[in-house]
C-alpha cells in the first residue's frame, strides 16, 4: 500500500489557493485551446456537450469531497474552460485527518470539513474565537511560503480581516455571482474578470456518480456559504468524469429514462416534461 504524505513544498505541485492566473501569450494560448476543446466537445457530445463557462447551482452542502491536489495539478489539465476525463480521480483513497495543503502524493479525496481554514472559520464565526487562536493561524505561522495565500505573519492578519469582511458582505447582500459583483463596489477578495467573471466561481469537479468534489478554487466562499447556511451557491464545473458525460449524453437521447434526473448538472439537460420539479433554478 502507497503510504500518503503530504508535501512540505507544494510548489512542485501547484502553489496553494486560488487559480493563479496566468498573463501574456501563454494565458491567450490557454483560452483558444479551451476553445478548441469545447469544439471537440460540442462535435461528440452534442447537446449534452459540456459549456465552458456555464454555471450550476448546487446546495453547498452536497459538496462534501475535494480532489487533493486539484485536478489541474493531479492530471495537469489547463485551468481554462471544461475538461472530459476518465481515469480513477473520483475513486482515490479517502482522507480523513486534519489537512493544511493541498499538496498530497499520491493523491487522495479528503472531506471538504476537515480542512484547518473551514474549521478555524467555522470557530471564528460560530464561536469568536480569535483568528490568532484558531489552528489555522498556527499552522501558516509555522509554515511560512507554504500557502500561497498566507506566506507570512503580516500577510495572514491582512487577509483574514478580508475574510471578516467577505462574510459580512454575504451574510448582508446574499451570495452574489462573480458577473453580479462587478455592479458592486470595493468588494472583499474579489477575483478578476479575465477572461470571465465566471472563471472564479467556486469550482468543482463530477465523478462518474455524479459526485460533487471540490476542486479548490473559492475555498473562502465556499466555507461562508456552509456556515451561513446558504442552501444554493453557483458553481463552474471543472471536470467532468467520462462516465458522468455519457449519463448525460444518454439523459438527452432517452430522456425518459434518465439516471440522476434531480442531478443540478442533468435535470437542465431533460425536456420539461419530464424534469423533476424545481426549487429555483
Known sequence: MNRIRVLRNPSSVIR???????????????????????????????????????????????????????????LNLSQYGTHVVGGGWDRLVRYDDVWHTRAFDPPVIAPFES????????????????????????WVDEHPETVGQYP????????????DELFEFIRSNGYKTQRELESYGNVPLKQSTFPHPEHYEIDVNIGRSGELLFNFNGRHRLAIAK?????????????????????????????ERAIR?????LKHL????VRPPSTGD
Open 16 to 74: 496553494d489557493g486560488s487559480t493563479a492566473l496566468q498573463s501574456g501569450p501563454k494565458a491567450l494560448l490557454g483560452i483558444v485551446i479551451a476553445k478548441a476543446r469545447h469544439l471537440r466537445h460540442a462535435a461528440r457530445y452534442g447537446d449534452a456537450a459540456p459549456s465552458p463557462y456555464e454555471l450550476v447551482w448546487v446546495d453547498p452542502a452536497d459538496i462534501e469531497y475535494c480532489t487533493l491536489p486539484s485536478l489541474m495539478g493531479q
Open 115 to 138: 480542512h484547518a481554514l473551514y474549521r478555524s472559520m467555522r470557530a471564528h464565526f460560530d464561536e469568536g474565537v480569535p483568528w490568532e487562536d484558531t489552528e489555522w493561524y498556527h
Open 152 to 163: 507570512t505573519a503580516e500577510s495572514t492578519v491582512e487577509r483574514l480581516g478580508r475574510v
Open 227 to 255: 456556515i451561513l447556511g446558504i442552501d444554493r451557491v453557483p458553481v463552474r464545473i471543472f471536470a467532468r468524469h467520462r462516465e458522468w458525460q455519457r449519463k448525460r449524453v444518454a439523459a438527452v437521447e432517452t430522456p
Open 261 to 265: 434526473a434531480e442531478h443540478p448538472d
Open 270 to 273: 431533460l425536456p420539461r416534461s
